[in-house]
C-alpha cells in the first residue's frame, strides 16, 4: 500500500513541477496572453467539476457544489499567483521606461 502512494507521487510530482515551469515560461513572455491559458484551462475544469454534481432524493446539493469550487480553484489560484509574480518584472520594466521618456 505504501509502495503504491511512493509510486503515484512520484509519477504525479514531475508533471507538477513541468507544469509550473511552464506556467513561469508562458508568464515571462512578452504578450501577457500566454501567461493566462494554463488558469483559464484550471477554471475550465473545475467548472466540469461542478457540473458533475448529482442531485439527490431531489435536494439541491449546495454543499458539494461549493466545495467542488473551493477545492477545483485552487490550482487556478496557484497558476494566477505564479502569472502576476511573473508578470512584475514587465510593470517595473514599464514604468522605468516611461520615467526615461518623461526625461527626455
Known sequence: MITTIIVALCSI?????GLVVLQVFLSKRESKWPGLILPLLSLLISLLLVLNVTVHNGEFPWGPILASLILGNIPT????????????????????????????
Open 77 to 104: 489560484v496557484i497558476l494566477l499567483a505564479i502569472y502576476f509574480a511573473s508578470r512584475e518584472k514587465f510593470r517595473k520594466r514599464s514604468e522605468l521606461d516611461k520615467m526615461n521618456i518623461k526625461d527626455l
Open 13 to 17: 510530482l514531475p508533471f507538477l513541477i
